[in-house]
């Protein structure tokens, strides 16, 4: 289920499309960072996963980020990072957040 929900939060094989919550996310990304999608980021590894179908292989699961994943790694070096806690609206949170079906934060 959270490949399938990655593709339709707009992360597919044939890029990202257009209108679509990933593009949004892309946009907002952008104007953050001075006009550039930087590389380890939600979009950018929302868009690896979704054109290889590997959300859930990559431990991001529709029931949650499973233990000893490269999801985990990645949400334990945010929390590392952040003082001990993974914040609002990080990578990790946001790539959980649609591979759950949800929209991966408000902008």
């Known amino acids: 289920m959270s490949d399938r929900n990655v593709n339709k939060a707009g992360f597919t094989s044939s890029g990202i499309s257009k209108g ?3 593009s949004n996310m892309m946009s907002y ?3 953050s ?3 550039s999608v930087r590389s380890g980021g939600a979009t950018s590894n929302l868009q690896q996963m979704g054109a290889r179908g590997s959300t859930h292989s990559s431990g ?3 029931s949650g980020i ?3 994943s ?3 790694t990645m949400m334990s070096s945010e929390a590392q990072s952040h003082g001990g806690g993974v914040p609002k609206g990080g990578t990790s ?3 959980q957040s649609i591979s759950m079906g949800g929209k991966g934060g408000k902008h």
């Open 20 to 22: 679509s919550t990933g």
């Open 70 to 72: 490269k999801a985990s």
């Open 93 to 95: 949170s946001k790539i």
């Open 60 to 62: 991001f699961t529709s």
């Open 29 to 31: 990304e952008a104007k």
């Open 66 to 68: 499973s233990g000893g």
């Open 33 to 35: 960072h001075g006009g």
